[in-house]
């Protein structure tokens, strides 16, 4: 038997730590790494339009949003701290529309409160357990029998914010879960791609169809309450999602992308840990097909990570990091950082890397460890928020 979980936690470590595979597990990020002169952006809108050209896809939203349903789950969740809605969007692509559940959850007496809105790694079932019932045929009520695996090799945050301490914050918190929406796998996410789009080596990736969602839900949540300052968060490949959806949203005021890596904050025309090359391997459906173009030569990229951080500008930025997670350069991304200052007005003024600095405009968090949310992460994000959404 303990042959057999070494086994399981052995192929989990692969197959599920995508960002972080054992070859780099050993090394650590410098915390003061050599410093290099900001690449200059001519034209910043040119820049990131031709970034996205090239890696992302178009950013479209959705031809279909309409929320069909609402019920509220709870009015005394966490001992009477915060309210629970579940709510139901029909969303379509173009596609036949499917449902798309959504869970906000915000502190009792507060509906002006901030909200981070999160895309998950597992059912909104996993996120926010309030009832034993879900309006969604077939959906998975737990993480099934990996699920053990999952936090513990990637911490208990990964799954499962603290939600109270959210809400004792005065932070809201809304979830979806949007492989619902688009599957993350390969050969079904490519397949649905190609049905929401034309065919095309410039059609849009899952990353961006994923942000869409964000931006379009934020919209929606805006015009429920323009008072509330909405936060897009997310860890990983949604880290990616997070920063797209805030630079194509007029919605979302500010982002928290936790280790977001290639695709997301890191640079990529100088590459260290993951590659172009690496993403396409595992997830093709997660960028436009014209990626494979640079895959071979990234040097070739018309810009890199740091004019999407400039078209997030003015927008505040928190970039979460790991020490020993190199394979999503937090190197990279320190340096993505400082050239996206150096090509706005906002402030940065880390030295560096555990430079932590809340109050900036953009802002670099890295402690000890690997790839995952872990009980460390969530005070640095609160830190944040409150110096720049209390």
């Not at 014209?290 to 990229?301: H, I």
């Amino acid at each position: 038997m303990r042959l057999f979980a070494f086994g399981v936690l052995l192929w989990a470590t692969i197959a599920l730590g995508s960002c972080a595979p054992a070859r780099t597990i050993l090394k650590q990020a410098d915390l003061s790494p050599n410093q290099s002169a900001p690449a200059k952006l001519s034209d910043p809108v040119s820049s990131f339009n031709s970034l996205e050209t090239a890696i992302y896809g178009p950013f479209t939203p959705p031809t279909t949003f309409t929320l069909s349903q609402s019920n509220t789950l709870s009015t005394d969740w966490l001992n009477g701290k915060a309210s629970v809605e579940k709510r139901i969007y029909t969303v379509s692509h173009g596609q036949t529309p499917v449902p798309l559940e959504v869970i906000v959850v915000m502190p009792i007496g507060k509906p002006d409160a901030p909200l981070i809105l999160s895309q998950n790694f597992s059912s909104n079932r996993s996120v926010i357990a309030v009832d034993k019932d879900s309006v969604l045929p077939g959906e998975p009520k737990e993480m099934g029998p990996l699920g053990f695996v999952f936090t513990y090799f990637f911490g208990r945050y990964i799954v499962e914010p603290p939600l109270e301490d959210i809400i004792d914050r005065g932070y809201g918190f809304a979830a979806m879960y949007p492989p619902d929406y688009l599957p993350d796998r390969a050969e079904a996410g490519t397949a649905q791609l190609n049905t929401m789009f034309t065919e095309t080596p410039t059609r849009p990736g899952a990353l961006t169809v994923w942000a869409s969602l964000s931006a379009a839900l934020a919209q929606d949540l805006k015009l429920q309450n323009s008072k509330r300052p909405i936060i897009a968060y997310g860890h990983s490949r949604y880290g990616k999602v997070a920063l797209l959806a805030t630079s194509n949203s007029v919605s979302i005021d500010g982002v928290i992308a936790h280790q977001s890596g290639t695709g997301g904050a890191s640079l990529m025309r100088d590459k260290t840990g993951e590659s172009i090359k690496d993403v396409l391997r595992k997830y093709p459906h997660w960028l436009t097909p014209a990626a494979a173009d640079y895959a071979e030569n990234p040097r070739t990229l018309p810009s890199d990570a740091h004019a999407l951080l400039v078209s997030i500008a003015p927008k505040p930025i928190l970039l979460g990091n790991a020490r020993r997670d190199t394979w999503s350069d937090p190197e990279g991304a320190f340096r993505a950082a400082q050239w996206a200052a150096a090509n706005t007005q906002q402030t940065f003024t880390a030295k560096r890397l555990d430079d932590f600095r809340p109050a900036d405009d953009i802002v670099f968090w890295i402690r000890p460890g690997t790839h995952g949310v872990v009980k460390e992460d969530w005070p640095a994000f609160l830190a944040f928020l409150d110096a720049h959404f209390k």
